[in-house]
């Protein structure tokens, strides 16, 4: 069975930069079917998909956020990562780490962690 | 790239049937065939519960259903249960591999 398990810090101070790591078990993230990306959902509010990276390092991102982010992946630790920088008390959210197929149907989530931005 | 608009809540009695909206664009629901539907219970990461706009993964019952019409797609849960009291998102492909989900709809069983 997959799964996907979230690490980083849950507290950023203001300006900074957020980095959390996804570690995948139970499969190969260096499948040709699969993407890998990071979602997040605001305190009580809706999903936003931040951005995804395919195992040969190419990388997808949501425009809104584009300019702030970086993924990466490590296939010999079975791991990828998102950093995002210049963070504001706005960036505050459960960040999940998903797997999904190229047409966006998520089919694996981590079990998402917190992180707040403040000072 | 805008949030895809959904009612803010919906609700029905045991063994009602509900259905949410899930309206876009032409560059997003529009244009694509690729719409999925995500169950989130409170605290808990969100489930596939459709994709493809109205396919099932495996162990999702047939009483979830899903639809596309023009910018709107739809999802319909029939036989409405309380465990079926949850929040659902929509989520479509947007081209050159991004993705857009909607604001979220809140289900509540009478």
């Known amino acids: 069975q997959l799964q996907l398990q979230e690490s980083g810090p849950g507290l950023v101070k203001p300006s900074e930069t957020l980095s959390l790591t996804c570690t995948v078990s139970g499969g190969s993230i260096s499948s040709s079917l699969y993407y890998w990306g990071w979602i997040r959902q605001p305190p009580g509010k809706g999903l936003e998909w931040i951005a995804s990276i395919y195992y040969n390092g190419n990388t997808y991102h949501n425009p809104s956020l584009k300019s702030r982010v970086t993924m990466s992946v490590d296939t010999s630790k079975n791991q990828f990562s998102l950093k995002l920088n210049s963070v504001t008390a706005a960036d505050t959210a459960v960040y999940y780490c998903?797997?999904?197929?190229?047409?966006?149907?998520?089919?694996?989530w981590g079990q998402g962690t917190l992180v707040t931005v403040s000072s | 790239q805008s949030a895809l608009t959904q009612p803010r809540s919906v609700s029905g009695s045991p063994g009602q049937s509900v259905t949410i909206s899930c309206t876009g664009t032409s560059s997003d629901v529009g244009a694509y065939n690729y719409v999925s539907w995500y169950q989130q219970h409170p605290g808990k990461a969100p489930k596939l519960m459709i994709y493809?706009?109205?396919k099932w993964p495996s162990g999702v019952p047939d009483r979830f259903s899903g639809s596309k019409s023009g910018n709107t797609a739809s999802l319909t849960i029939s036989g409405l249960q309380a465990e079926d009291e949850a929040d659902y998102y929509c989520c479509s492909y947007a081209g050159s591999y991004t993705y857009v989900f909607g604001n979220g709809t809140q289900v509540t069983v009478l």
């Open positions: 998903a797997r999904h197929k190229r047409f966006g149907d998520i089919d694996y």
């Open positions: 493809d706009v109205s």
